[in-house]
């Protein structure tokens, strides 16, 4: 019998065990008779080791079979348990005692010690050449794992002949479980699903025993026995995992050669959900280099259809709305921008109309186009729209604690040439919003006082017309409590009306009037004055483009 037997279901592993040692033609020739730990003869070899010192154990590691003649044994009972004691606790496979000069007989104390102790212990009547028996168990442990590569090799082949005839993730998975005879399941790195292939016992759908086993815990750590492969995302840190092949413990845990098989076939789905990532990532940018040069000019509005239909977008006879999504810091790592489109794709397909989607990392936006039916649509739609691009940004992992929130500005709606006019103004707009208090979406129209600011944003004049307006009382703030800034953004967000204002702060009204006529004080102005009011509003606004 060999150390590996072969099976397309790779259920048994490569070890050579204590009982295959024992059958080998070195030890048999020895007339072994096990004294102990019979029921433990299944434990794996991992080496042969032969010494005679007593302390021999601080030299071993763990799963060796023990070769010796017993003189490093001991004399006296305590000795000799002792011996067996910190050979159990290494957890080594076996010890062999070879009978002869030192011991005719194995004394009671170390038999009754291994008995206790679970280490199998074996005596040798005849003498045997160690050095003939280590090199022939050692050739069987290779030979074990040679064929355990080979046969994890072919599963590789087998994947790449799949991916060579068109197939995809879902052939490589069927491979393994097919291989594995268990189903396997392909995780993101937070535990969803992706895909499941295989059969559970008994022909169940591999889905149930995901539900069973792993569906409602994916939080959790993996049941006992599962074995999980990283598949990788090609990068450090976090971000260097990008899914997980999971084989559940169905029936028997993963064999050895079923760990081997699946970090195969991990690469060779790395390297699909990279072309794939590559593809997806290379479309969303070709896409938002239309709207680009749509928004810029560069297309004319009498080709721009013919140009939408090639990238699928076929929007009817209605009006377009422009819309775009400014994200707030840089994404990564890299590859981050195909996630951001998939994962805003995904949640776009539930607004029911037609939609051109496309990303533009360099300026950290997403253009869109949507068809609508009417004019009527437009707040309903825009509604619907701007919060599937947030929520594909937050599953995407763009919305973060701590980072600036996505703005979402929709424009004019209106034909080819309105859009054209309206992903250029939205665009611009999306980044003169950014530090504005966060809403859904922005209407492009009603922020144009912000983006004629931004605009201004490096002109010294800009920086001079606010220190000189508001300038005393930000030094104010700086020294002095209770901040007063906030009491006149307030003040004038409600056009001067005193009650709305003083319930939205939760004062008083006597502590109001004390806090708005300090402001006056301190910037040598009066409050209710209209060309005051419009320029405090004006330096409030510019103030976010000059810090």
């Known amino acids: 019998m060999s150390g590996v037997e072969s099976g397309r279901d790779g259920s048994r592993g490569a070890d050579v ?47 060796e079979l023990l070769l010796t003649t017993g003189y490093g044994l001991g004399t006296r009972p305590a000795e000799q348990r002792a011996f067996v004691r910190t050979l159990a606790e290494r957890d080594i496979a076996a010890l062999v005692v070879e009978l002869g000069p030192r011991f005719s007989r194995l004394p009671a104390a170390l038999v009754d010690t291994a008995r206790s102790s679970g280490l199998p212990l074996v005596q040798l009547h005849r003498e045997v050449p160690f050095v003939a028996v280590t090199e022939e168990i050692h050739t069987e442990i290779v030979n074990g794992h040679y064929a355990l590569l080979q046969r994890a090799e072919d599963v590789h082949r087998r994947c790449t002949e799949a991916l060579l005839g068109g197939g995809g993730v879902p052939q490589l998975l ?31 759908d591999p889905l149930q025993v995901w539900e069973g086993l792993r569906g409602q815990h994916r939080s959790q750590p993996p049941p006992a026995g599962a074995l999980l492969v990283d598949v990788p995302g090609g990068g450090a840190g976090p971000g260097g995992v990008r899914a997980r092949l999971v084989l559940l413990p169905v029936g028997a845990p993963p064999a050895p050669v079923h760990r081997l098989a699946a970090e195969r076939v991990a690469g060779t789905v790395a390297v699909v959900l990279m072309q794939a990532r590559q593809e997806e990532e290379l479309a969303a940018r070709g896409r938002g280099d239309f709207l680009t040069d749509l928004a810029e000019g560069r297309v004319r509005a009498g080709d721009a259809p013919a140009q939408a239909r090639v990238l699928g977008f076929r929007p009817g006879e209605g009006p377009l709305l422009p819309v775009v999504m400014k994200v707030g810091d840089a994404l990564s790592p890299a590859g981050s921008w195909a996630v951001l489109a998939r994962a805003v794709g995904e949640e776009l397909a539930s607004v029911g109309m037609p939609v051109l989607l496309g990303v533009r990392p360099v300026e950290g936006r997403v253009p869109v186009l949507v068809g609508l039916r009417s004019q009527a649509d437009r707040a309903s739609v825009a509604d619907r729209v701007a919060a599937a691009l947030r929520a594909g940004a937050e599953r995407a992992g763009v919305s973060r604690p701590g980072a600036r929130p996505p703005v979402v500005v929709v424009g004019l709606a ?100 004390n806090r708005l006529a300090r402001v006056a004080e301190l910037l040598n102005t009066d409050l209710d004055d209209p060309h005051t009011v419009v320029a405090l509003s004006l330096a409030l606004r510019a103030r976010r483009h000059v810090e």
């Open 414 to 513: 209106g034909g080819w040439a309105a859009a054209s006019a309206g992903l250029r103004h939205a665009a611009e707009t999306a980044s003169a919003a950014q530090g504005l208090t966060d809403r859904p979406w922005y209407d492009a129209r009603r922020l144009d006082i912000d983006l004629l600011l931004w605009r201004l944003r490096d002109h010294p004049d800009l920086a001079a017309f606010v220190d000189r307006t508001i300038g005393p009382l930000l030094e104010h703030d700086q020294r002095a409590r209770p901040p007063l800034l906030p009491t006149l953004e307030t003040y004038l967000a409600h056009a001067g009306r005193k009650a709305e204002t003083a319930r939205e702060l939760h004062l008083n009204r006597q502590t109001l009037y």
């Open 174 to 204: 069927a491979i393994l479980a097919d291989f594995c005879a268990t189903p396997v399941f392909l995780e993101t790195a937070d535990g969803r699903l992706l895909y499941a292939a295989g059969r559970g016992p008994e022909g169940t």
């Open 17 to 63: 065990t204590v009982r295959r040692a024992l059958e080998l033609p070195g030890l048999r020739g020895g007339l072994p008779e096990v004294l102990a730990g019979e029921d433990r003869l299944d434990r794996a070899v991992r080496w042969v080791h032969a010494g005679e010192v007593p302390h021999i154990a601080s030299l071993l590691k763990g799963g």
